[in-house]
């Protein structure tokens, strides 16, 4: 599966953003899936993972309440709400997926997501 995040620009700190991620060659429902950030100087950090059917969803603690992962099968597209944005959000966001038979699966960690897309550019100003 070839993956291809966008929806990523500049915003002000409280506003809102929805970055999505394109999938093709596969169907994206064959895949959980997630979202990671990465700062500069910084370890890329999980922020979201969702499962292949989007029953069970997960969060990192520092954008629980904040952000919400999605997913479209039929479009196959992956998204993720953004609100209540913050300076600390800026980052360059990555879509992944790892492809599982558990329709229930989730991961937090990197390690475990074998495709990712490009990335795409999340800028809050304060």
């Known amino acids: 599966v070839q993956l291809q995040a966008f929806g990523g620009g500049l915003v002000q700190a409280g506003g809102s953003l929805r970055v999505s991620c394109a999938a093709s060659?596969?169907?994206?429902?064959?895949?959980?899936m997630g979202w990671f950030r990465q700062a500069p100087g910084k370890e890329r950090e999980f922020v979201a993972a969702i499962s292949r059917t989007g029953t069970s969803t997960s969060y990192a603690d520092s954008v629980k309440d904040r952000f919400t992962i999605s997913r479209d099968n039929a479009r196959n597209t992956l998204y993720l709400q953004m609100n209540s944005l913050k300076p600390e959000d800026t980052a360059v966001y990555y879509c992944a997926a790892d492809r599982r038979s558990s329709t229930l699966s989730i991961s937090r960690l990197r390690y475990d997501y074998e495709y990712w897309g490009q990335g795409t550019q999340v800028t809050v100003s304060s």
């Open positions: 060659g596969r169907a994206v429902s064959l895949y959980r």
